[in-house]
């Protein structure tokens, strides 16, 4: 029996890895840790996810430069508090197919594009996981800024005022504070 031939190419050994979710607290305030214990009960929560296969967990956040694409060791993202893992299923992608599928997503997630409520680490994840043969990451961990998006484009409809806080700025004429 040998090594199979995907379609792209790659040597498949038939093997199947694991996709498994990592989720966190958003941030390292013990506060935000508390407000999440209570928000279970409700199914939701702030939280930061990234997915890892093969050995790396991969997430997005805002950079001013380049993609916000970014890998760390599973568990260990900086400057948020890990809370627990989800398995997701198996992938059949080998290393190599899974790089090529993170350069699209590297090209498509910019930095510069990312929004806390409208494109997050969450939407990342859930996006990646389904590139990945696994399907979508749990709803309870990125409902709580689907809500906030409804929430915004409804207010933004109501009275036209922009939700970000640069256009407020704009809008008001004001200098942004500096990032």
């Not at 950079?63 to 809370?83: A, I, N």
């Not at 510069?112 to 859930?126: G, M």
Request: proline share 4%; glycine share 10%; aromatic share 10%.
């Amino acid at each position: 029996m040998g090594a199979q031939q995907s379609v792209d190419g790659e040597s498949n050994q038939g093997t199947f890895v694991p996709v498994t979710l990592h989720v966190y607290d958003l941030g390292r305030k013990p506060e935000i840790t508390t407000m999440n214990d209570v928000l279970a009960a409700l199914g939701t929560g702030a939280f930061h996810c990234g997915v890892e296969v093969h050995g790396w967990e991969f997430s997005f956040n805002f950079r001013m430069q380049g993609s916000g694409v970014f890998q760390c060791l599973p568990m260990s993202c900086l400057g948020h508090t890990y809370r627990t893992s989800v398995f997701l299923g198996h992938t059949s992608l080998s290393p190599a197919q899974v790089e090529k599928k993170l350069i699209e997503f590297r090209r498509e997630w910019q930095g510069t594009s990312y929004d806390l409520i409208r494109r997050n680490c969450c939407h990342f994840s859930d996006e990646f996981a389904c590139a990945l043969g696994v399907g979508s990451i749990p709803s309870w961990t990125r409902n709580l800024s689907g809500a906030a998006a409804k929430l915004v484009s409804a207010c933004d409809a109501v009275v036209g005022f922009p939700y970000t806080v640069e256009a407020a700025f704009d809008k008001l004429g004001t200098p942004a504070p500096c990032k």
